[in-house]
């Protein structure tokens, strides 16, 4: 079984930065995608960044301000968030694929919250 853990969040003021992480354990090997979300209180969850074979795609919300990143050898991920705003504010979510079979998992999120 395989387990994602998030950590790195936390409250912080605007124009502040965070560092997530999200670290697999269990019995895995390489994923094929790995990728960030959020949802934030009554809105639907939505796609932060994703990291594929072919590069890292990211939300235009949040472009030249984040950057994922992973750590192939371990399967660990980044997400380095730079001038937070209010809007940002939410539970972020690691998740990850594999495409055969298909499988997708989720970690249990950590909150980020960005106020004066």
């Known amino acids: 079984q395989v387990q994602l853990v998030e950590s790195g969040g936390g409250l912080v003021q605007p124009g502040g930065s965070l560092r997530l992480s999200c670290v697999p354990s269990g019995n895995f090997f390489s994923f094929n995608v790995m990728g960030w979300y959020r949802q934030a209180p009554g809105k639907q969850r939505e796609l932060v960044a994703e990291?594929?074979?072919?590069?890292?795609n990211y939300a235009d919300s949040v472009k030249g301000r984040f950057t994922a990143s992973r750590v192939n050898a371990k399967n660990t991920m980044y997400l380095q968030m730079n001038s937070l705003k209010p809007e940002d504010t939410a539970v972020y979510y690691c998740?990850?694929?594999?495409?055969?079979?298909?499988?997708?998992?989720w970690g249990q999120g950590t909150q980020v919250t960005v106020s004066p």
């Open positions: 998740n990850a694929i594999y495409f055969v079979p298909r499988r997708d998992y």
């Open positions: 990291i594929t074979s072919g590069g890292t």
